[in-house]
């Protein structure tokens, strides 16, 4: 049976969206941890394995979440593909981190906690739903905020900041109503 684009819409809104989100909460909580107790050099390497390792983590999720993300036996959806389209677009802006990085090390957490937080926006319009709108534009003054605040720390702060957005995304999601 063929959906249309607004059924598939639906469908796709109505999903619960833990895993990926606990995922991100967990490495983002992780990377605070590291740039609490560890060097910068390994703050650093943190970042990078653990925003890398988010999706590989948001599926091994999905299957206690009830999401099952790997699940063959779900009818195709456009808005999975669009959603993998928009994590494909958050891994590219490391384009934009990686040269920045290379003149300043701790551009780091600023330049992926911003960039792979915009994901959220497009996710927004999706569901038709403000909390991936809060999540990104929360997210980006918050983490450019304490970038600026507090430049001897930026490996502590804005990691436990973007957990902190995280809690409160997981709290709007798991309050939202669903679409009919």
Known sequence: ??????????????????????????????IGLVGLFFSDFMAVWAIFIGTGSIVYLGLFLSKFTGENF?????????????????????????????????LDYTSLPMSVGILTGLMWLPFSWIIKHWCGIFHTLTRTVLVLALWYLFPEHRFVAIPFSIVLIYLITLFILSKRPRIE
């Open 1 to 30: 049976m063929n959906r249309t684009l607004e059924e598939q819409r639906i469908e796709f809104a109505n999903q619960k969206f833990l895993a990926t989100p606990l995922a991100g909460l967990f490495v983002w909580t992780i």
């Open 70 to 102: 790997l699940d063959k036996t779900k009818p195709k959806n456009e808005f999975d593909t669009l959603f993998l389209y928009t994590a494909g677009q958050a891994i590219l802006v490391y384009s934009i981190a990686i040269p920045f990085f290379l």
